[in-house]
């Protein structure tokens, strides 16, 4: 299994809804990243999981909660979301270090949030 | 930190040409250089890399090249094919306590007019 699997693939929230992202990966890979990418920009980086413990949070409003249950699933929890955070969420994950390989991206939610 | 130019942003070129998109990077700790691959509605895909202690690699119809001494990087495309119309981002990696830290480009949307 090669993949990084999201769901769901598209969803729209009211901006007082609670929603969750799901990620999965099962090719052993011990970081896990959350991204959004806004129409024509590149991935912006918002979590960062290595070995299951949060390593970095990019200054990411408290709207926005991840987790990660184990080594093989991230959630990104969404709460009191607002417009401009409509954008497509992109999960990665990859091995510790470069000399393996680069990230693999799941194919991203793309968010609506009305 | 790390900062990643990438040009053009636009790309157009006949079926059958050829497509070069330059990039450059300021980190001389940076150690892994992916090219991505963004099609309209899914995640980046990467399409091929280069570490820091080679100067080309080639996969078929494309390679990358990459200068150290100059900081510079670049991904070549021949024979383009409509299929390879997408947006490329470039990308320069270091590896930070269990994690790849990565700065993107900002990509270059590359049209292929068969």
């Not at chain 1, 729209?12 to 099962?26: A, D, I, P, R």
């Amino acid at each position: 299994d090669t993949e990084v699997t999201q769901t769901p693939k598209h969803l729209v929230m009211g901006m007082t809804n609670k929603k969750s992202l799901k990620c999965e990966q099962h090719m052993g890979h011990r970081a896990m990243y959350w991204y959004k990418q806004k129409a024509k920009k590149p991935p912006e980086l918002m979590f960062v999981y290595s070995y299951e413990k949060l390593s970095i949070n990019e200054s990411v409003p408290s709207r926005f909660s991840p987790e990660c249950p184990n080594s093989s699933l991230l959630n990104l929890h969404l709460h009191a979301l607002q417009p401009e955070d409509s954008a497509l969420y992109l999960c990665a994950s990859s091995q510790g270090f470069s000399y393996s390989h680069g990230y693999t991206f799941g194919s991203g939610t793309r968010l609506t949030v009305v | 930190g790390e900062n990643v130019e990438q040009h053009p942003s636009t790309l157009s070129v006949q079926e059958g040409d050829s497509a070069v998109i330059k990039c450059t990077y300021s980190d001389s700790a940076s150690n892994y250089f992916p090219w991505y691959k963004q099609e309209l509605g899914k995640g980046p895909q990467l399409i091929i890399d280069i570490r820091s202690n080679v100067g080309e690699k080639k996969d078929q119809r494309i390679a990358v090249t990459l200068n150290k001494t100059a900081k510079h990087f670049s991904l070549h495309i021949t024979e383009t094919q409509p299929e390879d119309s997408a947006v490329y981002f470039c990308a320069a990696t270091t590896d930070s306590g269990g994690y790849q830290k990565v700065t993107f480009g900002t990509g270059t949307k590359l049209q292929v007019i068969p």
